[in-house]
């Protein structure tokens, strides 16, 4: 402990202080959970603090309410003669200024908003007991609470009642508690170094949300494009209005199938769209035969600024797509003011298009990252190239290329900058699906080629084109392998004003695995440190309104107009099921100080109705331990040898069954089992998924089989308990509470009926092990598709 001196008029005091010092990461075992009285986490004051000194560098004080505790502790004292003063004023400070402590809810006792709270802060024994003993005359100043009044003539029962429940945050002896003094302020961090965050829930009852956007036009709105083809409007305050702000699902190709990768990818606002009302749109569309991607412009009604006016729609570019997957998705317009397109390879496995493949061809705009001029379109053409594009004078080259070598970006972003110096500001970040091995981060420039197919994260794919000298590529930021996560989601460098502790830190994640990652650059180095982010464990995120878990899909990230950092996720991977959610991204261990992050968004005139938030998810609270580490070894230098054999070609991937997920364990510190469908494995034969509830549960829903490379329905109308116990044990579920027939779920007309009269005991492995008509032989329709209901309690079986 050491003495700082508090300055009275005329009079010197000495007080107890811890030093407070703070960095943006601390790596220590997680045991703290500092909060203000408002039930928010402490800041570091904008302006010294006169008063409250120990708390100066950090705490839940300002300094306007620094002075009206300086101002009460005046009016106190002003009752006592120069002996009461030196003898008091040093225990009345001390009482005074916990409220500015970081621990001030719990040294009050207002961790639960809905208890009331201490009017004298929570003593130490033999603290209180020199209190009462020396200025008990104080106490009826300090507090005119009833119950305070009936204690304060006997020390006893005085004593007891300022007495803490939880001994470790009594005053003073917290400020020599190492435990919750060391390190605070900074993103705490568990034994194994992943950070720990806290989520908040922003929106939910989502169709597979895969862009959040503002228009950055001053109003602080949000628009969020479900992958069926509609995008919703919401208000600052979360509300979402009623009528869609555009639905082009009619023409939009997806399915409902999970994993499916067609549909509406990528939405973004011109930089200038408050005054020419302008926005462009990324979708799949079929064309007779074809499927294409298209970019379109449309403009938001005159009449209605939360409405498009779906009439001028002005397709800008077309690209055919070879096969349904490696879409790409993302447009954004960066500092340059031009268009930015990230297409995909074209799809199927291995880019095995052409000698070299989509994205080494710069004759191709697939596996690119196409850069164009939208700016005064209104006559002429619809786009014009950027004079300095890399390749407009290379011949054969298309000119819209900015980059190539890319196989399918999923998520970039722009970095905002740093707020003060500006550092960084301009660079697009983008995260590259991998194929067999290594997912990866990049940093896009102008000209670069991203290796693909020759590399694959760090490491060759294609051994000839690898050995290329004339390859010339630029190499990830990061790169992890497939033991961490198999299709990568990329994120933003948070710029946001809100959490100072993590700006510059690149947040991103992984579809398959539910991993939440960070990055941070060193300026001096140029280096990139790695840390996993978790759901703050125990008491991290027990604040009002955060949430400690997530749904398992990470999709995409956003940012809003302040600069705030978003993710969306779903529970099922599927356009059409309502289980996907925003979150907000949030730092338990400080706040920016009050009033800094303080904006007026402009007035938004409603044409629609409104339909208010309501929260679904909730706060667990438990410690989730560690998942066990692999009993194999990770032998990098193996893997890395194996990536420079023969490249052994990917079978493209069909939709991934529900029998590589675990059911709905959407909660937990490392959410497993999330999957894209361009980097998931084959499934078996006999693989099984349920689809086709309308609510989205995943332990009920039509059962969809795979066999043969193809997934198919299973048709019967003697369908039993026993068939369906084989179905729900495969999902992982303990028993069959209802074998549904009759197309309880609805038709799967899209798909084969691969199995009929299926008859099983009920032990068998797969619905392939029981007997039945024969592969694609059957007598029925599509009208009685079979279902089950599975569950992991016998109850209604």
Same mark, same amino acid.
């Given at each position: 402990?050491?003495?700082? $001196?508090?300055?009275?008029?005329?009079?010197?005091?000495?007080?107890?202080?811890?030093?407070?010092?703070?960095?943006?990461?601390?790596?220590?075992?997680?045991?703290?959970?500092?909060?203000?009285?408002?039930?928010?986490?402490?800041?570091?004051?904008?302006?010294?603090?006169?008063?409250?000194?120990?708390?100066?560098?950090?705490?839940?004080?300002?300094?306007?309410?620094?002075?009206?505790?300086?101002?009460?502790?005046?009016?106190?004292?002003?009752?006592?003669?120069?002996?009461?003063?030196?003898?008091?004023?040093?225990?009345?400070?001390?009482?005074?200024?916990?409220?500015?402590?970081?621990?001030?809810?719990?040294?009050?006792?207002?961790?639960?908003?809905?208890?009331? $709270?201490?009017?004298?802060?929570?003593?130490?024994?033999?603290?209180?007991?020199?209190?009462?003993?020396?200025?008990?005359?104080?106490?009826?100043?300090?507090?005119?609470?009833?119950?305070?009044?009936?204690?304060?003539?006997?020390?006893?029962?005085?004593?007891?009642?300022?007495?803490?429940?939880?001994?470790?945050?009594?005053?003073?002896?917290?400020?020599?508690?190492?435990?919750?003094?060391?390190?605070?302020? /900074?993103?705490?961090?568990?034994?194994? *170094?992943?950070?720990?965050?806290?989520?908040?829930?922003?929106?939910?009852?989502?169709?597979?949300?895969?862009?959040?956007?503002?228009?950055?036009?001053?109003?602080? !709105?949000?628009?969020?494009?479900?992958?069926?083809?509609? $995008?919703?409007?919401?208000?600052?305050?979360?509300?979402?209005?009623?009528?869609?702000?555009?639905?082009?699902?009619?023409?939009?190709?997806?399915?409902?199938?999970?994993?499916?990768? /067609?549909?509406?990818?990528?939405?973004?606002?011109?930089?200038?769209?408050?005054?020419?009302?302008?926005?462009?749109?990324? =979708?799949?569309?079929?064309?007779?035969?074809?499927?294409?991607?298209?970019?379109?412009?449309?403009?938001?009604?005159?009449?209605?600024?939360?409405?498009?006016?779906?009439?001028?729609?002005?397709?800008?570019?077309?690209?055919?797509?070879?096969?349904?997957?490696?879409?790409?998705?993302?447009?954004?317009?960066?500092?340059?003011?031009?268009?930015?397109?990230?297409?995909?390879?074209?799809?199927?496995?291995?880019?095995?298009?052409?000698?070299?493949?989509?994205?080494?061809?710069?004759?191709?705009?697939?596996?690119?990252?196409? !850069?164009?001029?939208?700016?005064?379109?209104?006559?002429?053409?619809?786009?014009?190239?950027?004079?300095?594009?890399?390749?407009?004078?290379?011949?054969?080259?298309?000119?819209?290329?900015?980059?190539?070598?890319?196989?399918?970006?999923?998520?970039?972003?722009?970095?905002?900058?740093?707020?003060?110096?500006?550092?960084?500001?301009?660079?697009?970040?983008?995260?590259?699906?991998?194929?067999?091995? #290594?997912?990866?981060?990049?940093?896009?420039?102008?000209?670069?080629?991203?290796?693909?197919?020759?590399?694959?994260?760090?490491?060759?794919?294609?051994?000839?084109?690898?050995?290329?000298?004339?390859?010339?590529?630029?190499?990830?930021? #990061?790169?992890?392998?497939?033991?961490?996560?198999?299709?990568?989601?990329?994120?933003?460098?948070?710029?946001?004003?809100?959490?100072?502790?993590?700006?510059?830190? =690149?947040?991103?994640?992984?579809?398959?695995?539910?991993?939440?990652?960070?990055?941070?650059?060193?300026?001096?180095?140029?280096?990139?440190?790695?840390?996993?982010?978790?759901? *703050?464990? *125990?008491?991290?995120?027990?604040?009002?309104?955060?949430?400690?878990?997530?749904?398992?899909?990470?999709?995409?990230?956003?940012?809003?107009?302040?600069?705030?950092?978003?993710?969306?996720?779903?529970?099922?991977?599927?356009?059409?099921?309502?289980?996907?959610?925003? #979150?907000?991204?949030?730092?338990?261990?400080?706040?920016?100080?009050?009033?800094?992050?303080?904006?007026?968004?402009?007035?938004?005139?409603?044409?629609?109705?409104?339909?208010?938030?309501?929260?679904?998810?909730?706060?667990?609270?438990?410690?989730?331990?560690?998942?066990?580490?692999?009993?194999?070894?990770?032998?990098?230098?193996?893997?890395?040898?194996?990536?420079?054999?023969?490249?052994?070609?990917?079978?493209?991937?069909?939709?991934?069954?529900?029998?590589?997920?675990?059911?709905?364990?959407?909660?937990?510190?490392?959410?497993?089992?999330?999957?894209?469908?361009?980097?998931?494995?084959?499934?078996?034969?006999?693989?099984?998924?349920?689809?086709?509830?309308?609510?989205?549960?995943?332990?009920?829903?039509?059962?969809?089989?795979?066999?043969?490379?193809?997934?198919?329905?299973?048709?019967?109308?003697?369908?039993?308990?026993?068939?369906?116990?084989?179905?729900?044990?495969?999902?992982?579920?303990?028993?069959?509470?209802?074998? &549904?027939?009759?197309?309880?779920?609805?038709?799967?007309?899209?798909?084969?009926?691969?199995?009929?009269?299926?008859?099983?005991?009920?032990?068998?492995?797969?619905?392939?092990?029981?007997?039945?008509?024969?592969?694609?032989?059957?007598?029925? &329709?599509?009208?009685?598709?079979?279902?089950?209901?599975?569950?992991?309690?016998?109850?209604?079986?």
């Amino acid at each position: 402990i050491y003495l700082s $001196v508090l300055l009275f008029p005329g009079r010197l005091w000495l007080l107890p202080m811890t030093v407070w010092y703070f960095a943006a990461v601390w790596i220590a075992p997680v045991t703290l959970h500092p909060q203000c009285l408002d039930f928010k986490p402490p800041f570091r004051p904008q302006r010294e603090l006169d008063f409250c000194v120990m708390y100066r560098e950090f705490g839940c004080c300002d300094f306007q309410k620094d002075q009206e505790l300086m101002r009460k502790f005046y009016q106190i004292m002003d009752h006592f003669d120069d002996y009461g003063y030196e003898r008091c004023a040093g225990f009345v400070s001390d009482l005074l200024c916990q409220e500015c402590s970081p621990y001030a809810a719990h040294l009050f006792d207002a961790e639960d908003p809905s208890t009331p $709270v201490r009017t004298i802060p929570g003593l130490c024994p033999d603290y209180c007991s020199q209190l009462w003993m020396k200025c008990s005359s104080t106490i009826p100043y300090l507090s005119d609470h009833p119950n305070i009044a009936e204690v304060k003539d006997d020390q006893t029962r005085f004593c007891q009642y300022l007495q803490l429940d939880d001994m470790d945050y009594c005053y003073p002896h917290l400020l020599s508690n190492q435990k919750l003094t060391n390190n605070l302020g /900074r993103v705490q961090s568990d034994s194994d *170094g992943c950070l720990q965050l806290c989520l908040e829930e922003v929106a939910n009852g989502l169709r597979n949300p895969l862009a959040m956007v503002h228009a950055n036009d001053g109003t602080h !709105r949000f628009f969020v494009a479900e992958q069926v083809g509609v $995008v919703w409007t919401y208000l600052p305050d979360r509300s979402k209005l009623e009528r869609p702000f555009l639905n082009i699902s009619k023409a939009v190709l997806t399915s409902s199938w999970e994993g499916d990768e /067609r549909g509406f990818l990528g939405l973004t606002f011109h930089p200038k769209h408050k005054y020419n009302r302008k926005l462009y749109v990324y =979708y799949s569309v079929e064309v007779g035969l074809d499927e294409r991607i298209r970019i379109s412009e449309f403009h938001v009604s005159a009449n209605d600024m939360n409405v498009v006016d779906h009439a001028s729609e002005r397709v800008i570019l077309e690209i055919d797509e070879p096969a349904s997957n490696h879409n790409g998705g993302q447009l954004l317009f960066a500092d340059d003011g031009y268009l930015y397109i990230f297409t995909g390879d074209g799809g199927m496995a291995g880019d095995p298009f052409g000698k070299f493949g989509n994205s080494q061809n710069k004759s191709a705009l697939l596996g690119k990252v196409l !850069r164009i001029d939208v700016d005064d379109n209104e006559r002429g053409p619809l786009y014009r190239i950027p004079p300095d594009n890399p390749f407009i004078h290379e011949r054969g080259a298309r000119p819209e290329v900015y980059a190539y070598g890319v196989r399918n970006m999923w998520r970039c972003s722009v970095d905002q900058g740093d707020p003060v110096t500006k550092e960084g500001k301009g660079r697009i970040f983008c995260g590259d699906v991998g194929q067999n091995k #290594y997912e990866e981060i990049d940093i896009i420039e102008k000209g670069r080629n991203y290796g693909w197919r020759a590399k694959e994260g760090f490491s060759c794919y294609d051994k000839k084109l690898c050995a290329n000298s004339s390859l010339d590529d630029v190499l990830p930021i #990061y790169a992890y392998p497939h033991k961490m996560g198999k299709s990568v989601t990329g994120g933003y460098v948070y710029r946001g004003c809100e959490y100072p502790n993590l700006n510059g830190m =690149y947040i991103f994640g992984d579809f398959m695995s539910g991993r939440l990652m960070s990055l941070r650059e060193d300026f001096r180095t140029g280096r990139w440190t790695y840390n996993d982010i978790c759901m *703050g464990t *125990g008491v991290t995120c027990s604040f009002p309104g955060l949430i400690d878990n997530y749904h398992q899909y990470i999709i995409s990230f956003a940012e809003d107009e302040a600069g705030e950092l978003y993710f969306m996720s779903t529970g099922i991977p599927s356009a059409t099921s309502p289980s996907g959610v925003i #979150y907000k991204v949030v730092d338990p261990s400080r706040r920016a100080p009050p009033g800094q992050c303080h904006y007026e968004p402009l007035p938004v005139r409603v044409k629609s109705n409104l339909i208010q938030f309501i929260p679904q998810e909730t706060f667990i609270g438990t410690r989730n331990e560690p998942e066990p580490e692999p009993t194999e070894p990770y032998d990098w230098l193996q893997e890395l040898i194996d990536s420079l054999g023969e490249v052994e070609p990917e079978p493209t991937p069909p939709l991934p069954t529900t029998t590589t997920t675990k059911p709905p364990k959407r909660k937990g510190r490392r959410k497993k089992s999330r999957s894209r469908a361009q980097s998931a494995s084959e499934p078996q034969n006999g693989g099984v998924r349920l689809v086709g509830d309308e609510q989205g549960r995943s332990n009920q829903g039509r059962v969809e089989i795979y066999i043969n490379g193809e997934w198919g329905t299973v048709c019967d109308d003697l369908w039993t308990t026993k068939n369906a116990a084989v179905v729900c044990r495969q999902l992982g579920f303990r028993y069959a509470l209802k074998a &549904a027939r009759n197309s309880e779920f609805g038709e799967g007309k899209d798909l084969r009926i691969l199995l009929d009269d299926v008859q099983c005991e009920g032990t068998e492995s797969t619905l392939l092990d029981c007997k039945h008509a024969g592969v694609g032989l059957h007598n029925c &329709a599509h009208y009685e598709d079979a279902g089950v209901i599975c569950g992991n309690s016998d109850a209604g079986v």
